[in-house]
């Protein structure tokens, strides 16, 4: 009886994160026919391919995200992460144009771990809000980083040719960025669905308490929800560097809105316990295409951030009231299989 | 012993620590007249911004739109003085649209149960956004000297900046706000344990509302401070604000989970905050620098009262 039951509300859980994302996907069909109404060059494939490597460091980025938010917490460093990482990264290639690119995205890759594995000690161990934790390593990471640059500034002409094919290169016609960021999504979604310590991460966003009685070890995968966060955005921001070419010390400044925004306008309950990777993906580039669409009707730059804001503002109202009908619906579930 | 071990004591300890090196570092400038009128006109905005949300974080929210209410509140001043509009007709209008910036966070966190990290995470977003819809990158500086120098001038006869004073009068304000009054009792009770404060026939929402709708006011006011203090409206002015001002609540051991927290104790953290930063000017330190300190005292701030024991943060509650 009681598997029955937890069948039903997995079932009704299921449909409800699916819909969500056809949802997005809704969204995101309706804002291209929109753009390409009024400029058909909008849907070429150059543009398309625009639009896709302009969300793919986002995306990159919510994936992480949303493999904090899903515990219940929140990673607001991640654009310092990213900052840090892409100066180092570039200033390691600059120094040694014979470092092979796998190693030096790897340097990226650990930099980025390790500031996630700061975050992930403070708020395992020191049980303080993520909140606040996050908030204060966002202005010391990024500190460091204008530290360490002091001022000065990496081009395209500094970095190694390597590099920059990476950033630049397309395999069968599609971005290498726009697959690597695939190649990430399709891990974690797998991990997150397949694996039990994946699924754990949304028990204990769900019921924090519960997840505690049932014996997982909630500061342990807290920690690791949060060095995983930090090393994706490690990796975001060696691409950066190689898509990019010039990296200063405020590369990804503030970039942390737009992936807040991005997870949550992909389904990624700010309360914990649901929400899908993929969501998150397709939230990056349903508010990248926006942006794009914004610049291609001929809407003010300015108008970008309010817009940022607003469907922020929108995308967790209508979280909470489906997340209400959600809950009104498993009740009466568990009261008829009862 | 007891008393010894209070946050607040700790904070006034440091607070003379940060005087006694400061003096000695700099052969007596720290402690003149002169540097502690800038020191006062320097933290004149987060100063006023920690007043009301002490009590919003004393209520267990969190309000990080502040930073860019002030942007906004900049930006209106600017766009109405453009269009021609008398000062003292644009002020009151300034700080009116910051209180309806206040009453949207307060009514998203209130009628839909929403978390204010979230709502105000998207209404930082928002306003700034706004802020430069109204004024985009341009700065709006022809505003008359009678105005711009209650931003930048001490009051006759005395050192002390006329944002001071204004701070000093609404710190009474709310000190009797918070302390002694039913209204900051509910505060607390809300705090430490809302379905409580409910049963026990607080109106939870209401009180929560106006702490909102206080908070963005203030917050316009601290806009206003800022476009007369350096003469310029921009949309960009008080950019990352909201960090030193939430550094200087926590700092100032009012807890993050609510229901624990002292407006003095808060007046004591703004100014060691202050007064570090004040320190590292003088030592020529780059804003860089200052802002890794501004983030390493937000995380002193919450951490070392953690780990002086559940005196101040009773475990096992959460945000």
Sequence with gaps: MASERGAGARRLADRAGKVRELGILLALLLVVAGTAFSNPRFIEAQSVRDLLLNASIVALLAVGQTIVVITRNVDLSVGSVLGLAAFLTADAFAANHELPV????????????????????????????????????????????????????????????????????????????????????????????????????????????????????????????????????????????????????AAGTGLELQVVAAVVVGGVAIFGGSGTVLGAALGALLLSTIAGSLVVVGVPAFWQQAITGALLLAAISIDRLVALRLAAALRRTRNGGA | MARLLRWESVLVLLLVAVAVVGSVRTGGTFLSGGNLFYLGLDIAEIALIALPLTLVVVSGEIDLSVASVLGLSSALVGTLWNAGWALELILPVAVLAGALCGALNGLLVTRLGLPSLAVTIGTLALYRGLALVLLGDTAVADFPASFTQFGNTPIPGTRIPYPILLFALLAVGFAVLLHHSSFGRSTFAIGANPEAAWFSGIRVKRVKLILFVLTGAVAAVAGIVYTLRFSSARADNGNGLELAVVAAVLLGGVSIFGGKGTLGGVIAGVLLLGGLRNLLILDDVSTEVLTVVTGALLLAGVLIPRLLGSRYFPAGRKT
């Design chain 1, 102 to 249: 796998a190693v030096g995205v790897g340097f990226g890759v650990v930099i980025g771990l390790a500031c996630g594995a700061a975050n992930g000690l403070v708020v395992a161990l020191g049980r303080v809000p993520s909140l606040v934790v996050t908030l204060g390593t966002l202005y010391v990471f990024r500190g460091l980083d204008f530290a360490l640059a002091s001022g000065q500034q990496i081009n395209a002409a500094d970095l190694p040719g390597s590099l920059l094919a990476l950033g630049s290169g397309r395999l069968l016609g599609v971005p290498n960025l726009v697959l690597i960021t695939l190649i990430v999504v399709l891990a974690a979604w797998f991990y997150l669905r397949s694996y039990r310590s994946g699924r754990q991460l949304y028990a204990m966003g769900s019921n924090p308490d519960a997840a505690v009685l049932a014996g997982i070890p909630v500061p342990r995968r807290t920690f690791t929800a949060f060095a995983v966060s930090g090393a994706i955005a490690g990796l975001a921001g060696a691409l950066w560097a190689a898509r990019y070419g010039t990296v200063d010390a």
